[in-house]
């Protein structure tokens, strides 16, 4: 099988991946998605030319893919990157109401000079 039909259905696997994620698996996905990632790295360096009709359609149709893949690879990224800040204000707004006077600035003191 030439490397270009295995990347093709690497980057099949790979969008299948991208499209399939939801919160409760996202974490597995993610490592599947790096599986294929590398693997399909690997297979991209051994793609030569020149190419056959058949390679170079699979070759556009995996561009396509590309770019979806990206798209959705960013989302999946921002996504991630908002519920990370979401986590931390939770956390330091369990910590202001554990403890309220914890992080009070004490700038100065007054004092009183009529003792």
Request: hydrophobic letters at 35%.
């Given at each position: 099988?030439?490397?270009?039909i295995l990347?093709?259905?690497?980057?099949?696997?790979?969008?299948?991946?991208?499209?399939?994620?939801?919160?409760?698996?996202?974490?597995?996905?993610?490592?599947?998605?790096?599986?294929?990632?590398?693997?399909?790295?690997?297979?991209?360096?051994?793609?030569?030319p020149p190419?056959?009709?058949?390679?170079?359609?699979?070759?556009?149709?995996?561009?396509?893919?590309?770019?979806?893949?990206?798209?959705?690879?960013?989302?999946?990224?921002?996504?991630?990157?908002?519920?990370?800040?979401?986590?931390?204000?939770?956390k330091s707004?369990?910590?202001?109401?554990?403890?309220?006077?914890?992080?009070?600035?004490?700038?100065?003191?007054?004092?009183?000079?009529?003792?």
């Amino acid at each position: 099988m030439s490397s270009v039909i295995l990347c093709h259905s690497i980057t099949k696997q790979l969008k299948e991946a991208v499209d399939g994620v939801t919160v409760e698996n996202r974490d597995s996905v993610i490592d599947e998605i790096e599986k294929l990632l590398v693997e399909r790295h690997s297979l991209l360096s051994t793609i030569k030319p020149p190419f056959t009709a058949d390679e170079q359609s699979l070759g556009k149709q995996m561009m396509a893919w590309n770019q979806e893949i990206d798209r959705k690879l960013v989302l999946l990224r921002t996504e991630i990157k908002r519920d990370m800040n979401g986590l931390s204000r939770k956390k330091s707004s369990v910590q202001k109401y554990s403890n309220p006077y914890e992080n009070l600035q004490h700038d100065g003191m007054f004092y009183d000079k009529k003792k």
